[in-house]
């Protein structure tokens, strides 16, 4: 069965600086492609970075947050740098992972709130 628990929230001071973790277990870690959403009260779910064949963030996010990962310990991390209010979400990292024939899953965590206020 497919897991995937995020830690690491909390309530910080803008310009402040959090790490988020996302423990899996149950898939193949290192087959999946990870990412890492957001969604703001009132707003829609964006995803904010993803690792995979390649790296990529959201516009907004550029220079502030970095995705990486623990293959040994199948955890991928959000190093959040230089935060502002307009961060504060519920953030949620999601696995892409591949099944025979092309097809693949996405499966969820729960989220961890990030809060960013002074």
């Known amino acids: 069965q497919v897991h995937l628990v995020e830690s690491g929230g909390g309530l910080v001071q803008p310009g402040g600086s959090l790490r988020l973790s996302c423990t899996t277990s149950g898939f193949t870690f290192i087959s999946a492609t990870m990412n890492w959403y957001r969604q703001a009260p009132g707003r829609e779910r964006e995803g904010v970075a993803s690792?995979?064949?390649?790296?990529n963030y959201a516009d907004l996010v550029k220079g502030r947050l970095t995705i990486s990962s623990d293959s040994t310990k199948n955890t991928v991390y959000l190093q959040m740098n230089n935060l502002k209010p307009e961060d504060t979400a519920v953030y949620c990292c999601?696995?892409?992972?591949?099944?025979?024939?092309?097809?693949?899953?996405?499966?969820w965590g729960q989220g961890t709130q990030v809060t960013v206020s002074s």
């Open positions: 999601s696995a892409v992972v591949p099944f025979d024939l092309g097809t693949s899953r996405r499966y």
């Open positions: 690792a995979g064949s390649s790296t």
